[in-house]
């Protein structure tokens, strides 16, 4: 029997190398890492997904995104027809976005986001992983963040906030930690809770996601 492709998208920033701690069956999954690319001026959300889609070399994969990777891979989903998407600590659309996501929409605010602070590895990885990160972890994060221009940090800020998707695509297999300061869990439906899992479970629950993935992937039970 040949092996189910599964494509990894990190969240806002991030590396792959956010999922070195995740590990499949490797008798029955074979894992694929994608990455950010600075976006085109002017790229939409869609364009740009079709452009992260071109790289996926197998037919029907599975698409796991994390954050706004989750978000990404919703968006990928037209030019791939994966066999399943799973997104990890994201939305499913933009009723589930906290308020201060729609009050930056509507003021357009987070045009006000200075990114060139970003270059600031303590600034990222606050807006990046919730205000919660203590210092000694900053080392630890700081390799987990790789993407610091600021064309793409001001066009992936501005791809979330605006995000004009209002349908839930049922189809989608959402996993949260209850614990999501990010997107917190009282505005989101339907997903797989993870007890204590905070907005950085990618890293922090893997044991979980180890154990839970494979089950979910084949067959959508936790």
Same mark, same amino acid.
Request: charged letters at 20%.
């Given at each position: 029997?040949?092996?189910?492709?599964?494509?990894?998208?990190?969240?806002?920033?991030?590396?792959?190398?956010?999922?070195?701690?995740?590990?499949?069956?490797?008798?029955?999954?074979?894992?694929?890492?994608?990455?950010?690319?600075?976006?085109?001026?002017?790229?939409?959300?869609?364009?740009?997904?079709?452009?992260?889609?071109?790289?996926?070399?197998?037919?029907?994969?599975?698409?796991?995104?994390?954050?706004?990777?989750?978000?990404?891979?919703?968006?990928?989903?037209?030019?791939?027809?994966?066999?399943?998407? +799973?997104? $990890?600590?994201?939305?499913?659309?933009?009723?589930?976005? #906290?308020?201060?996501? /729609?009050?930056?929409?509507?003021? &357009?605010?987070?045009?006000?986001?200075?990114?060139?602070?970003?270059?600031?590895?303590?600034?990222?990885?606050?807006?990046?992983?919730?205000?919660?990160?203590?210092?000694?972890?900053?080392?630890?994060?700081?390799?987990?963040?790789?993407?610091?221009?600021?064309?793409?940090?001001?066009?992936?800020?501005?791809?979330?906030?605006?995000?004009?998707?209002?349908?839930?695509?049922?189809?989608? +297999?959402? $996993?949260?930690?209850?614990?999501?300061?990010?997107?917190? #869990?009282?505005?989101? /439906?339907?997903?797989?809770?993870? &007890?204590?899992?905070?907005?950085?479970?990618?890293?922090?629950?893997?044991?979980?996601?180890?154990?839970?993935?494979?089950?979910?992937?084949?067959?959508?039970?936790?």
């Amino acid at each position: 029997m040949s092996k189910i492709p599964v494509y990894f998208m990190p969240g806002m920033a991030a590396s792959p190398t956010i999922f070195e701690r995740i590990q499949l069956p490797e008798s029955t999954f074979e894992m694929h890492l994608l990455e950010w690319e600075i976006p085109s001026p002017g790229e939409t959300l869609s364009q740009y997904a079709q452009r992260i889609a071109a790289k996926i070399e197998h037919p029907n994969p599975i698409l796991v995104g994390v954050s706004f990777g989750g978000i990404l891979v919703q968006e990928m989903k037209p030019f791939v027809a994966p066999q399943k998407v +799973i997104i $990890i600590s994201s939305v499913k659309s933009n009723t589930e976005f #906290p308020s201060r996501f /729609k009050i930056a929409k509507t003021t &357009k605010a987070y045009k006000l986001i200075p990114t060139r602070l970003f270059e600031n590895v303590e600034t990222l990885v606050k807006f990046s992983f919730g205000s919660s990160i203590v210092k000694q972890r900053l080392v630890l994060y700081e390799k987990f963040l790789a993407v610091r221009n600021k064309q793409y940090l001001d066009w992936a800020i501005e791809q979330i906030i605006n995000w004009e998707r209002k349908a839930i695509d049922p189809e989608i +297999i959402h $996993i949260h930690g209850d614990a999501d300061e990010v997107f917190p #869990p009282q505005y989101i /439906k339907n997903f797989i809770p993870v &007890k204590g899992g905070t907005h950085i479970m990618i890293l922090s629950k893997y044991k979980w996601l180890n154990e839970n993935l494979p089950k979910i992937m084949l067959d959508n039970k936790a």
